[in-house]
């Protein structure tokens, strides 16, 4: 892997790029918030291309994860590099993402490069293992402010090995 790649990861996720007390209708919905939230930074460079791709990677398989989260994601052409939006939904709402527990409360999405299929493996088996640390879960869904979620994000989950 290229030391470019893993350079990429030291800003996962920032500030801008959560969205607390989120309300949406549905996954989509919520997909669409959050890569709003990716395309406004300039994380990547085609919304509706990319939600497009969230959407159809939704349809083959579903990405709700135990314990109440929802890791829509996609590799993409419309990023250049490994992208997290955060949602932390408002009290009393959640979103069928899919999980055979339920809803999810907490909800990553995830662009990466078209071209880096084993970075995006990677990346996605990295959150998934950060994820199943009830720990880490509480800590993103109690936070309650967007600068402490990127970087419990940023600095808890570890890339040393992507």
Known sequence: MSPSAIEQHDELTTPELVV????AADR?????LLAGKLFDAG???DLEGFVGEVNSREHQLATGLPGGIGMPHARTVHADKVSIA???TAFG???DFGSVDGPATVVL????PAGSYSLHLQVLATLARSL?????RESLRRAYDAEVIADLINSTVDFTDV
């Open 20 to 23: 607390l007390e989120m309300e």
């Open 28 to 32: 989509q919905e919520a997909v669409r």
């Open 43 to 45: 994380r990547i460079a």
């Open 86 to 88: 955060v949602g932390i």
């Open 93 to 95: 709402h959640s979103l």
């Open 109 to 112: 999405l995830l662009a990466t």
């Open 132 to 136: 199943v640390k009830p720990s880490f």
